[in-house]
């Protein structure tokens, strides 16, 4: 399968501790994004790269949260010191960037709960 | 800055019938793409279909179109002749320079 892959699909942790998600995305796509998705509500941007650049950040990444691409491939998102309001889904997507509408192809997800 | 608004928070449809989903959109760029989504129960966005502000023609893909009415800021989503399948929840986006802005979605159910 050559779709975006995200580990892992479930985390459940305690207040205080910190997490971190992987995202591969499709190889040849050279920009990622990550968004968060709450119950009830459509996904929200997070942060956004081009290879290993990281072009664009949200007012929702607070400084908990940080997001790195080494190497323009894989990407991981740390948030630390977790809160109960961190619970949600994080999406993973890449896109080519070649596509005049810059279709973005999504990953399973990381569901977080934290206690 | 852009907003999208999904006013049906659920339909009800029946096999073999077409649906209507809802979207309405706020932006002050001049151009812009609208994009529809389905989510399943597995959490998975899947595109379905996209249309870009200076497009002539309604997009179609398969057993989806958009209804795009440029001057009322609306991309209705059109599915006909429902499947099984089709139930999932489904957003409306707009993308930006780089990013999707999405709307709150709609949950489909589609009964036998």
């Known amino acids: 399968d050559t779709g975006v892959s995200q580990d892992p699909r479930h985390k459940i942790t305690k207040r205080g501790q910190n997490v971190t998600f992987r995202c591969d995305p499709i190889s040849e796509h050279n920009r990622l994004y990550w968004y968060r998705q709450t119950l009830g509500q459509g996904p929200e941007f997070l942060t956004y790269?081009?290879?290993?650049?990281?072009?664009?950040k949200s007012r929702l990444l607070s400084d908990r949260f940080s997001a790195e691409r080494p190497k323009g491939s894989f990407s991981t998102l740390e948030i630390q010191r977790t809160e109960q309001g961190d619970s949600a889904m994080y999406l993973c997507?890449?896109?080519?960037?070649?596509?005049?509408?810059?279709?973005?192809?999504f990953g399973p997800g990381t569901r977080l709960t934290v206690l | 800055a852009q907003k999208i608004t999904q006013t049906q928070p659920g339909m009800f449809v029946q096999e073999k019938e077409a649906v209507t989903l809802d979207c309405t959109y706020d932006?002050?760029?001049?151009?812009?793409?609208l994009f529809w989504y389905k989510q399943p129960s597995s959490g998975e966005m899947i595109f379905l279909i996209y249309q870009g502000s200076y497009d002539q023609q309604n997009a179609t893909e398969g057993r989806y179109s958009l209804n795009f009415q440029k001057a009322r800021k609306s991309a209705n989503l059109v599915i006909s002749a429902s499947q099984l399948g089709d139930s999932a929840m489904y957003f409306c986006a707009m993308n930006g320079y780089s990013t999707l802005t999405f709307g709150k979605g709609t949950m489909l159910l589609v009964s036998p």
């Open positions: 932006t002050s760029d001049p151009s812009y793409g």
């Open positions: 997507a890449s896109s080519s960037g070649l596509e005049s509408y810059n279709e973005q192809f």
């Open positions: 790269f081009q290879n290993e650049a990281q072009l664009e």
